[in-house]
């Protein structure tokens, strides 16, 4: 069965600590995996795309990464700023319709200390 | 770029009452539109697909009667919630996508309060 999961659930840091958020996945047909980070009360916002083991961006502190079976998202020196909840998804291709369709992991909950 | 606009930000309204929410993308065609549902501190339930000119895809489990969606253009996508109950209340969150491959971009979603 096509699963997304990601580890830890929550995470607290103190400023200037870094750390990684993981998000594994077993999906046949992978076409591309998603980073985006989520404020209380408000939708998504987009962060990466990566679509081959290999690829990495880089955006400001963020550095994500992606492997055949998982994803990391480095946060370097977070600030307070950072805290918000991440989440990742994965678009696969359903074998047997030849659709697509995304999988969204339940996220972790970043809190970063001053 | 890539912005997507989702309206109302709050409804609050009577049991019985019908509820639309708006989603354009503005400043892309959007080929396909998403509606989730989202319960505190859960992640993203999807609840339809929808292309345009097509009719909606929806998830197992989610009444096709009790949510409307209408995919009329390639930046406009609604999602109507009939004769709303209590139980209905919950943050509808809309996304758009460019097409396969594409990352989907997210409205900031709508808090629907039903007494």
């Known amino acids: 069965e096509d699963q997304v999961t990601q580890s830890p659930e929550a995470l607290r840091l103190q400023e200037g600590e870094s750390s990684s958020l993981n998000c594994s996945y077993t999906?046949?047909?992978?076409?591309?995996l998603f980073w985006y980070r989520q404020d209380p009360g408000k939708g998504p916002e987009f962060l990466f795309t990566?679509?081959?083991a290999g690829e990495e961006k880089e955006k400001e502190r963020l550095k994500a990464t992606l492997t055949k079976k998982e994803s990391f998202l480095h946060i370097t020196a977070p600030k307070p700023e950072d805290s918000a909840t991440y989440l990742c998804?994965?678009?696969?291709?359903?074998?047997?319709?030849?659709?697509?369709?995304?999988?969204f992991g339940t996220g972790t909950r970043l809190k970063v200390l001053a | 770029g890539a912005v997507v606009s989702q309206h109302p930000s709050r409804v609050i309204c009577k049991s019985g009452t019908s509820v639309k929410i708006e989603c354009r993308s503005l400043?892309?065609?959007?080929?396909?539109m998403f509606w989730y549902r989202q319960f505190p501190k859960k992640s993203l339930m999807l609840m339809a697909t929808?292309?345009?000119?097509?009719?909606?895809?929806?998830e197992q489990g989610v009444e096709k009667d009790k949510f409307l969606i209408n995919h009329a253009s390639l930046t406009l996508s609604t999602l109507t919630v009939t004769s709303a109950h209590p139980e209905d209340s919950s943050f509808y969150i809309c996304?758009?996508?460019?097409?396969?491959?594409?990352?989907?971009?997210f409205g900031d979603g709508t808090r629907l309060s039903i007494l």
């Open positions: 996304s758009a996508s460019s097409g396969t491959d594409q990352p989907q971009h």
């Open positions: 999906v046949s047909g992978l076409r591309g």
């Open positions: 990566l679509y081959s």
């Open positions: 998804a994965v678009q696969a291709i359903l074998k047997t319709s030849g659709t697509y369709k995304y999988i």
């Open positions: 400043d892309f065609q959007a080929t396909t």
């Open positions: 929808s292309n345009e000119g097509s009719k909606a895809t929806y």
